[in-house]
């Protein structure tokens, strides 16, 4: 399949969905996916999040499935796998496919049982990294912990997949700009060089629950954050830093 059409969110008909193509290949639904709205100056960028779904098999399959697609050079894909089978995934996959986990810790190695640290991720070769997913943010993470799990990324060569997103109450309150620009602010309480982060903005009431984000709400929600961000960042940043939408989407939205 040709990646090369596939991320603009007002075309969907024409995406190449990954999300799709992992639950054909394994009859269940396992993947979230960010689409990388474009510009010239901006590379495109899909991404895949297995979450806590895989085996041996899978890794097998989707290698085989991502080695053998044809994919534009303008195209940027990232598939981030549970971090158990992130090394045998990296050793199957071809080099132009990059790898990232699913979530990293604050700091370096140490007695933080269960956590896997961006020093270590780094280590097996993994370039990238999601921080702050809705699913983590619900069960407790706050704003200044994700934050400092982004600095410590970026500090230890990882590259940053940035989620932001609002729940339908805040939604339906008014309040989404609210919310994801104040993520947004915490963000930059801690990263002073963009240049390696992306912002997926998921909102979270489009997240399995058989809502989706029209183009135009994903849109808004995408030129409010610009604007946010030249004004409290630089121009530069606005203009340069890729804005993904990882909601749920259909054929129709």
């Known amino acids: 399949k040709n990646l090369s059409k596939g991320i603009n969110i007002t075309s969907a008909k024409k995406m190449f969905n990954l999300g799709n193509a992992l639950k054909t290949s394994t009859k269940i639904g396992i993947a979230r996916e960010f689409h990388a709205t474009a510009a010239a100056n901006?590379?495109?960028?899909?991404?895949?999040?297995?979450?806590?779904?895989?085996?041996?098999?899978?890794?097998?399959?989707?290698?085989?499935?991502?080695?053998?697609?044809?994919?534009?050079?303008?195209?940027e894909v990232v598939v981030c796998p549970p971090s158990t089978y992130t090394s045998a995934l990296k050793s199957k996959l071809r080099t132009d496919v990059n790898i990232g986990v699913q979530d990293v810790w604050t700091s370096g190695p140490g007695a933080f049982t269960g956590e896997t640290s961006a020093e270590m991720a780094s280590d097996i070769g993994a370039g990238w990294c999601l921080i702050g997913h809705s699913e983590r943010r619900g069960k407790g993470e706050t704003d200044v912990e994700v934050?400092?799990?982004?600095?410590?990324?970026?500090?230890?060569?990882?590259?940053?997949?940035?989620?932001?997103?609002?729940?339908?109450?805040?939604?339906?309150?008014?309040?989404?700009?609210?919310?994801?620009?104040?993520?947004?602010?915490?963000?930059a309480s801690q990263i002073s060089d963009w240049s390696k982060v992306v912002i997926a903005y998921e909102p979270i009431w489009a997240i399995g629950t058989g809502l989706t984000a029209s183009p135009e709400q994903a849109q808004?929600?995408?030129?409010?954050?610009?604007?946010?961000?030249?004004?409290?960042?630089?121009?530069?940043?606005?203009?340069?830093?890729?804005?993904?939408?990882?909601g749920s989407a259909t054929g129709s939205t």
């Open 147 to 187: 934050a400092a799990k982004a600095k410590h990324a970026l500090a230890n060569g990882l590259s940053v997949i940035a989620c932001i997103g609002e729940t339908q109450e805040e939604r339906e309150a008014g309040k989404t700009i609210e919310k994801v620009t104040s993520q947004i602010a915490s963000y």
């Open 42 to 75: 901006r590379k495109f960028f899909v991404g895949g999040n297995w979450k806590c779904n895989g085996s041996m098999a899978m890794v097998d399959n989707m290698s085989n499935i991502l080695n053998s697609a044809k994919l534009s050079k303008d195209t």
């Open 220 to 246: 808004e929600v995408h030129a409010a954050l610009r604007s946010y961000i030249s004004k409290t960042i630089s121009s530069d940043v606005a203009s340069n830093i890729r804005i993904l939408y990882g």
